[in-house]
């Protein structure tokens, strides 16, 4: 009996799955993050290497399969930013506020300035290039703050400064994104009153959607709490689980913001759910974001690079980007830390911590490209792709050579 496509997807699913698995285990092995071994098996089993979406022995419709995957991986990013929104600890963003609203928003906005001319200089049209900056603008708190728990600093004043400035750096970044997508769309001229009724939706539907997120949905998550029915089934993560898909729907539809923005507020607004509940809703998302729909995720990238198809031409560019991502962030960050009263070595530490791109800036440059804004003709997603792959590489060794035992005598 021949195969049918979706006992063919199982079957590329159950690889995808397994190999991210393994990959990532690896990955921990070399004290480098899980996110890195994902990447790299994704690779390997893309074009580059292997090739399995395209292999003879699928027999299938191959052009579906990978939209099904892709879908899958969506699915995985909106899961992903739902997660980051409900791990979200306010109070710590209170305890280093100054340095966090500072190293935050310069940390974000310096990549942007410093990278959009660099594309453009290397043939671009402004676009393209925005959204490189916008996607450099990206950090990845969980790689550094696993290698600040690993050494024992995380809980310390540069630790708790890095995981608030995080928060502020990617709401800084999403925003963004939702931004760049909305004015780049039309090609050509942007229209001054156009680009502020644009900003004006964002602004009104992302603050409304806040006040819900924030004020009803806990309400409404203790509410159901207390009926006989969901207390004792699966009733609070569904529920959790439909208001992820509904603000990432609305967000898209009436703020003209991304669906990633909007799963995200949601993720803000249940991180005030206290106790049992709160509790029910964490081990079913992570559940299912990251023993399934996360990984499609992150092995999907490598499934849609094919970097035999890198020209030499292009690694002077690479090098040039990678330089600027790993600068901007250092002295932005940096900077704001300084700013905020923070001495030179708390700055670098600081600055050094927020290099990492990691799963940020990849969600953020796979929505480039499937909304167009990143030409798949050229190699700009390719080293966005590579660009990322090293800053998040490179993060681990330097938190390490930075961060002394004797840091640890300083704590928040």
């Known amino acids: 009996m021949d195969n049918t496509p979706v006992v063919t997807l199982f079957l590329v699913l159950g690889i995808i799955i397994l190999a991210s698995r393994v990959a990532g285990e690896v990955a921990r092995r070399f004290d480098q993050p899980r996110v890195l071994g994902e990447l790299l098996i994704g690779i390997i089993l893309g074009p580059t290497v292997l090739d399995i979406l395209n292999s003879a022995t699928l027999g299938t419709d191959i052009v579906h399969l990978q939209e099904t995957i892709v879908e899958l991986a969506e699915m995985g990013v909106l899961l992903l930013m739902f997660k980051i929104g409900l791990d979200v600890h306010l109070d710590e963003l209170a305890k280093v506020g100054l340095v966090a609203g500072l190293a935050g928003s310069i940390g974000a906005l310096l990549p942007v300035m410093m990278i959009l001319p660099l594309v453009m200089i290397f043939g671009y049209a402004w676009q393209p290039a925005l959204f490189a900056g916008v996607t450099m603008a990206a950090t990845s708190v969980s790689i550094s703050a696993q290698v600040l728990l690993e050494i024992g600093v995380l809980r310390t004043k ?63 998550i203790n509410w159901l709490y207390t009926q006989p ?144 804004l990143l030409p798949a003709g050229k190699p700009l997603f390719i080293t966005l792709f590579l660009v990322i792959l090293l800053t998040t590489v490179l993060t681990p060794p330097l938190v390490r050579r930075y961060f002394q035992p004797t840091s640890n005598a300083e704590s928040a």
């Open 229 to 372: 029915g969901p207390r004792h089934s699966y009733g609070i993560p569904a529920v959790a689980l439909v208001m992820a898909l509904l603000f990432g729907w609305s967000a898209q539809l009436l703020g003209g913001v991304a669906a990633i923005t909007g799963a995200f507020i949601a993720g803000v607004g249940l991180s005030r759910v206290k106790g049992t509940a709160k509790h029910q809703i964490d081990e079913a998302v992570g559940y299912i974001a990251y023993a399934f729909l996360v990984p499609i995720f992150f092995v999907s990238v490598g499934l849609q690079i094919d970097l035999r198809s890198f020209p030499l031409d292009a690694v002077p560019f690479a090098g040039a980007l990678l330089a600027a991502a790993i600068i901007s962030k250092v002295l932005g960050c940096g900077w704001g830390a300084r700013l905020g009263k923070f001495d030179r070595r708390e700055s670098l530490q600081l600055g050094i911590c927020m290099i990492s791109r990691g799963e940020v800036g990849l969600i953020i440059a796979t929505l480039g490209l499937s909304s167009g």
């Open 158 to 220: 540069v630790g708790n400064a890095l995981l608030a400035t995080a928060l502020v750096d990617d709401v800084l970044a999403i925003l963004l994104v939702s931004l760049t997508i909305a004015i780049t769309r039309p090609v050509g001229i942007v229209d001054a009153g156009a680009l502020l009724g644009i900003i004006a939706r964002m602004t009104v539907y992302i603050v409304f959607a806040f006040l819900i997120a924030w004020f009803i949905l806990p309400r409404l």
